[in-house]
Nanobody, 125 residues
Framework: VQLNESGGGLVQAGGSLRLACAAA????????MGWFRQAPGKEREFIAA????????DYTDSVKGRFTISRDNAKNTVFLQMNSLKPEDTGVYYC???????????????????WGQGTQVTVSS
């Protein structure tokens, strides 16, 4: 599975961005999808995840109420709508996927087998 993120960029604090992650390859299976972020000088951190059906979502506390993860299985694409952006949201955002037989989500980066190249998000104050 190949994952390709898009939608990053430079935005002022309080603004919005919508990230997209398009999957190609062996997409006939079901995948839990996640978004992770790595800020300069920091470790990669979990942001959000969505189950294969889309019925289960999970968010890290710092983005709850501001970010929304969704997916369009017909288009093999997962989205991350980011509103009320803050300078601390700056970083490289990575999409990840894990093949799964059940409808669940995970926050653990090690659980994900496939990763995109990342897209840069910069929020200016």
């Amino acid at each position: 599975v190949q994952l390709n993120e898009s939608g990053g960029g430079l935005v002022q604090a309080g603004g919005s961005l919508r990230l997209a992650c398009a999957a190609a390859g062996r997409t006939g299976y079901s995948y839990c999808m996640g978004w992770f972020r790595q800020a300069p000088g920091k470790e990669r951190e979990f942001i959000a995840a969505i189950s294969r059906s889309g019925s289960i979502t999970d968010y890290t506390d710092s983005v709850k109420g501001r970010f929304t993860i969704s997916r369009d299985n017909a288009k093999n694409t997962v989205f991350l709508q980011m509103n009320s952006l803050k300078p601390e949201d700056t970083g490289v955002y990575y999409c990840a996927s894990r093949r799964t037989a059940s409808d669940y989500v995970t926050r653990r980066g090690d659980d994900y087998a496939y990763w995109g190249q990342g897209t840069q998000v910069t929020v200016s104050s």
